[in-house]
C-alpha cells in the first residue's frame, strides 16, 4: 500500500520538479538586461570578442598608481565578464582561444570596442586583441602583477618626456616622432597562429629597446615614481 502510494505520487512530484527547474530558468534569464531593456538570456560574446566590466580606480591606489582626472573618468581596467569561443581563422578554419577567462582584470586600448550598460553597469564589448595585459590586484599593482597578452611587451620606460607625466595614459603620446627608450620588464608569450603555436617575442627581459614614442599602442602607466608602457613586440625597432 505504501508503495503503491509513493508511486501514485511519483509523476506528480516529477512534475512539479519540472515546473520548478523551469521557474528558476525563467527567473534567472530574466535577471540580463542590455541598455536597460531585458534580455531573454545572458549576453555572450562570439567568435574572438570579451566582455568586460568596467573596474574603476581611486586617484591613488595603494600600490601607488596615479591617474588624472581624464583617465579616471575613462577607465581602462576591466573584469573579464564572458569570452567568445576564440577566433576562426578563415584557411583552416580553427579557433584562435583566447588568452582570459572569467574573472580575470586586464589592461585594454583606451577607445576601443563599443560600451554598453549590461545588466546595470559600465561594460564594453571589444576583441581580445585589444586586450594588453592581465593584472592581479588593480589596487595594490606593481611591475610583477602586470602578465601581458599576446604579442605584448611591458616596458620600464628610461628618461620619459615631460609630456607624458603619470597616470594610466592609454592614448598616443602627444609629442613628436622620437624614438623612445625602455628596458624590458615582462613579455607576453607570443601572438596565437592558426596552428595553435606561438609566435615568438623577439626580446627578453632586461633588454633595453627603441620604439617610436608616438605609438598608439605605447599605452602608459606610471607605478611610484617610474613610468611603464605596453608596446606591442613588432613596434620595437631594435634592442641591445
Not at 51 to 73: F, N, S, W
Not at 98 to 111: I, L, N, R
Not at 196 to 210: C, H, I, N, W
Amino acid at each position: 500500500m505504501h508503495q503503491r502510494q509513493q508511486q501514485q505520487r511519483g509523476p506528480s512530484a516529477a512534475i512539479q520538479v519540472a515546473a520548478n527547474t523551469a521557474a528558476l530558468a525563467s527567473s534567472s534569464s530574466s535577471n540580463h538586461s542590455l541598455d536597460g531593456e531585458p534580455l531573454s538570456g545572458p549576453l555572450q560574446p562570439l567568435r574572438g570578442m570579451v566582455l568586460l566590466q568596467k573596474v574603476g580606480v581611486e586617484q591613488k591606489t595603494k600600490g601607488g598608481l596615479l591617474l588624472p582626472t581624464d583617465a579616471r573618468q575613462e577607465k581602462a581596467l576591466g573584469r573579464v565578464i564572458a569570452t567568445g569561443p576564440g577566433q576562426l581563422d578563415s584557411e583552416t578554419g580553427k579557433r584562435i582561444t583566447c588568452e582570459v577567462k572569467e574573472g580575470d582584470v586586464v589592461v585594454y586600448t583606451k577607445h576601443t570596442g563599443e560600451t554598453l550598460k549590461y545588466d546595470g553597469a559600465d561594460c564594453v564589448l571589444l576583441s581580445s586583441e585589444e586586450l594588453l595585459a592581465k593584472v592581479a590586484d588593480p589596487e595594490a599593482l606593481q611591475p610583477s602583477d602586470v602578465q601581458p597578452l599576446g604579442d605584448t611587451v611591458f616596458v620600464r620606460v628610461l628618461k620619459p618626456s615631460d609630456k607624458s607625466a603619470g597616470g594610466l595614459l592609454l592614448v598616443p603620446q602627444q609629442q613628436q616622432r622620437l624614438l623612445q627608450q625602455a628596458e624590458v620588464v615582462a613579455v607576453g608569450s607570443g601572438k596565437m597562429t592558426p596552428q595553435q603555436t606561438r609566435m615568438p617575442v623577439e626580446v627578453s627581459v632586461g633588454d633595453k629597446v627603441v620604439y617610436s614614442s608616438y605609438l598608439e599602442e605605447s599605452s602608459q602607466l606610471k607605478i611610484g615614481e617610474q613610468i611603464y608602457a605596453f608596446v606591442r613586440a613588432s613596434d620595437i625597432a631594435a634592442k641591445w
